[in-house]
């Protein structure tokens, strides 16, 4: 009995150190502080209008927010999370949401991290690595939810493969993906990790089987059965939405668009010139290093998932996370396998280690509350510091002028929500929104680009309010053509334009 108190004693003897508490507490506070973003995603807006329209009238069937595309069959994966987003912003503010949503990808982060029994000071920097790697990407976006969902199937599958206590408790990956399906369209993530695991085992069966494999556990015959009977059902479970099988047409129309893989920023391959590759560079530098020192006793699956998550990452900047989630159960792994393990434990308990960590997550605090409080009773913050066209908005709430409104892109959210009675002209949904006669992402830039056909679409649409950004190029069109549109407000963020026709008499 002595001996197992000796022994629980060494295992647990960093929580019971009160410098290594505050270490634990100052660096979760740091990594909340790198997730933590300001309220002026793109797409925010019209999440919240929509989460506002559930709950008047229900989960739309059609498109209600353009005059373009009117009823247009959009399918709303996100429609649960929406809900969430009008209540909390409603109810609690911006500040609150954004604590929210980087809480989501913190609790992701540090699930992830704790796939087997790891230690405590490992789980706590590598999470802090891994969100740095996410710091392009997160934000107040559904994508969060992914993150969450993604780290759970992460977890319960290590956890039924290495625990015999979970044999049973897979099956909740089955209410899981009924529960993700609801939120975010990123459900088929999942799916896919439970296929790619169960391939990787088959792998590891067959070649630890021809020996050409060694110190791996491999799965039995019957776990392998009983994955495919979870994968199926939890595929199954997917179909349980107000869209049913249009979730996944929905899907494949996103990921497949070469219009958005071109077009829109976030769904571009990454590109290692770019300075926020730079920290994905580091992760896999440090990866590799360790797996050189360690390589002999790195687990198979959680080496061959990262590999397999890296390719899918580099394939646009928006899956980044994915692949520094995924792979934090192999980073922390070969921390943990070190020969001296517990030098990480005697730095992360230095003094100076403390009060640096300290200093750095009270200035980076500071300055996030600094970004984001300017938000909370004051509107007028998106224009100055997310650089929206509030001004622009109150002009037309007052004056009221006539015309269908032409918009740019980024701003179709925001205007959504702001200016609900004025119909836009596109927003964030849209880009792959098509029909036979239809494709109203390219009349859209060939309108902002002045091309020859933008007096077509122009007319096609009944245009008579622009608003467009001040300082780019998307304004020209409409300055040389001063015979026909006139400059009705302005500012330093956006300007204002009126058909002629249509403007009052001075």
């Given at each position: 009995?002595?001996?197992?108190?000796?022994?629980?004693?060494?295992?647990?003897?960093?929580?019971?150190?009160?410098?290594?508490?505050?270490?634990?507490?100052?660096?979760?506070?740091?990594?909340?502080?790198?997730?933590?973003?300001?309220?002026?995603?793109?797409?925010?807006?019209?999440?919240?209008?929509?989460?506002?329209?559930?709950?008047?009238?229900?989960?739309?069937?059609?498109?209600?927010?353009?005059?373009?595309?009117?009823?247009?069959?959009?399918?709303?994966?996100?429609?649960?999370?929406?809900?969430?987003?009008?209540?909390?912003?409603?109810?609690?503010?911006?500040?609150?949401?954004?604590?929210?949503?980087?809480?989501?990808?913190?609790?992701?982060?540090?699930?992830?991290?704790?796939?087997?029994?790891?230690?405590?000071?490992?789980?706590?920097?590598?999470?802090?690595?891994?969100?740095?790697?996410?710091?392009?990407?997160?934000?107040?976006?559904?994508?969060?939810?992914?993150?969450?969902?993604?780290?759970?199937?992460?977890?319960?599958?290590?956890?039924?493969?290495?625990?015999?206590?979970?044999?049973?408790?897979?099956?909740?990956?089955?209410?899981?993906?009924?529960?993700?399906?609801?939120?975010?369209?990123?459900?088929?993530?999942?799916?896919?990790?439970?296929?790619?695991?169960?391939?990787?085992?088959?792998?590891?069966?067959?070649?630890?089987?021809?020996?050409?494999?060694?110190?791996?556990?491999?799965?039995?015959?019957?776990?392998?059965?009983?994955?495919?009977?979870?994968?199926?059902?939890?595929?199954?479970?997917?179909?349980?939405?107000?869209?049913?099988?249009?979730?996944?047409?929905?899907?494949?129309?996103?990921?497949?668009d070469p219009v958005v893989r071109v077009n829109i920023s976030e769904w571009t391959p990454v590109t290692w010139g770019n300075p926020q590759s730079n920290n994905l560079l580091i992760l896999m530098g440090l990866i590799f290093l360790l797996w050189l020192l360690n390589h002999r006793k790195a687990d198979f699956t959680k080496l061959m998932?990262?590999?397999?998550?890296?390719?899918?990452?580099?394939?646009?900047?928006?899956?980044?996370?994915?692949f520094s989630l995924v792979a934090l159960p192999l980073l922390v792994d070969l921390i943990n396998r070190l020969s001296a393990p517990k030098g990480l434990t005697g730095i992360a308990k230095s003094m100076w280690v403390l009060l640096g960590v300290a200093i750095l997550a009270g200035y980076l605090g500071y300055n996030r509350y600094k970004?984001?409080?300017?938000?909370?009773?004051?509107?007028?913050?998106?224009?100055?510091?997310?650089?929206?066209?509030?001004?622009?908005?109150?002009?037309?709430?007052?004056?009221?002028?006539?015309?269908?409104?032409?918009?740019?892109?980024?701003?179709?959210?925001?205007?959504?929500?702001?200016?609900?009675?004025?119909?836009?002209?596109?927003?964030?949904?849209?880009?792959?929104?098509?029909?036979?006669?239809?494709?109203?992402?390219?009349?859209?830039?060939?309108?902002?680009?002045?091309?020859?056909?933008?007096?077509?679409?122009?007319?096609?649409?009944?245009?008579?309010?622009?608003?467009?950004?001040?300082?780019?190029?998307?304004?020209?069109?409409?300055?040389?053509?001063?015979?026909?549109?006139?400059?009705?407000?302005?500012?330093?963020?956006?300007?204002?334009?009126?058909?002629?026709?249509?403007?009052?008499?001075?």
């Open positions: 009995m002595n001996r197992l108190i000796k022994i629980n004693k060494k295992k647990f003897f960093f929580y019971s150190d009160w410098r290594g508490i505050i270490f634990i507490i100052l660096t979760s506070i740091l990594t909340m502080v790198v997730l933590m973003r300001p309220p002026w995603d793109p797409d925010m807006g019209w999440h919240i209008r929509n989460g506002q329209d559930i709950l008047r009238w229900g989960v739309p069937r059609g498109d209600l927010f353009s005059y373009t595309m009117p009823g247009y069959p959009w399918v709303s994966h996100e429609w649960l999370t929406d809900v969430g987003f009008y209540l909390i912003y409603s109810h609690w503010g911006p500040l609150v949401l954004s604590i929210i949503f980087a809480g989501i990808a913190f609790g992701a982060y540090w699930w992830a991290a704790r796939v087997g029994q790891q230690r405590i000071e490992s789980t706590v920097l590598t999470v802090l690595i891994a969100a740095m790697v996410a710091m392009p990407v997160v934000g107040i976006r559904a994508q969060m939810i992914t993150l969450l969902g993604l780290a759970g199937t992460l977890w319960l599958l290590f956890a039924w493969r290495d625990r015999p206590e979970y044999r049973l408790r897979i099956w909740w990956l089955v209410p899981i993906m009924l529960v993700w399906v609801n939120l975010h369209g990123g459900f088929a993530i999942g799916l896919v990790l439970i296929a790619v695991f169960w391939f990787i085992e088959l792998l590891k069966y067959r070649l630890v089987k021809w020996r050409l494999l060694h110190f791996q556990p491999t799965l039995s015959k019957a776990q392998f059965w009983q994955l495919i009977g979870v994968g199926v059902s939890s595929f199954v479970v997917t179909f349980i939405n107000p869209y049913t099988w249009r979730v996944y047409e929905e899907l494949f129309r996103t990921v497949l998932l990262a590999i397999v998550f890296l390719g899918l990452s580099l394939t646009s900047w928006r899956n980044l996370p994915l970004e984001i409080s300017p938000f909370v009773g004051n509107p007028s913050m998106f224009s100055s510091m997310g650089k929206y066209p509030y001004g622009a908005v109150a002009y037309i709430h007052e004056h009221q002028p006539k015309g269908n409104l032409f918009n740019e892109y980024n701003w179709g959210g925001y205007l959504t929500w702001q200016l609900p009675e004025k119909p836009v002209f596109i927003d964030g949904r849209m880009a792959i929104w098509k029909t036979p006669q239809q494709n109203i992402f390219q009349e859209y830039s060939s309108i902002l680009n002045g091309g020859e056909d933008a007096e077509i679409w122009l007319k096609k649409y009944d245009v008579g309010l622009v608003l467009v950004y001040q300082n780019r190029s998307s304004k020209n069109y409409f300055v040389q053509q001063q015979n026909n549109w006139e400059i009705i407000y302005q500012d330093d963020i956006a300007i204002l334009f009126q058909r002629h026709d249509l403007a009052p008499p001075i």
